[in-house]
Nanobody, 121 residues
Framework: VQLVESGGGLVQTGGSLRLFCAAS????????MGWFRQAPGKAREFVAR????????DYTDSVKGRFAITRNNAKNTVYLQMNSLKPEETASYYC???????????????WGQGTQVTVSS
């Protein structure tokens, strides 16, 4: 699976961004999808995940109620809507595809190149 993220950018505190992850190659619907982020000098951390059907979702506590992960299997795309963004959420955001319903980055098989999100204070 090849993954390409887009939609990152510069936004003020409290603003919104929508990230996109376009998949190609192997059958998209066979994969659980996740969003992760990594700030400079920090470990990559789980943000959100979505089941293969799109029915089940899960979020890290700090983004619950502000972020929403969705997917369109007909378009081989997963989305991350981010609202009420905070400066501490400045990071590179990555989408990932895996065969297990987990939050550990190493359990995901395929990764995109990342898209930068910068939240100014």
């Amino acid at each position: 699976v090849q993954l390409v993220e887009s939609g990152g950018g510069l936004v003020q505190t409290g603003g919104s961004l929508r990230l996109f992850c376009a998949a190609s190659g192997r059958t998209f619907i066979n994969y659980y999808m996740g969003w992760f982020r990594q700030a400079p000098g920090k470990a990559r951390e789980f943000v959100a995940r979505i089941s293969r059907s799109g029915i089940s979702t899960d979020y890290t506590d700090s983004v619950k109620g502000r972020f929403a992960i969705t997917r369109n299997n007909a378009k081989n795309t997963v989305y991350l809507q981010m609202n009420s963004l905070k400066p501490e959420e400045t990071a590179s955001y990555y989408c990932a595809a895996g065969k297990s319903w987990v939050v550990i980055p190493t359990a995901y098989d395929y990764w995109g190149q990342g898209t930068q999100v910068t939240v100014s204070s």
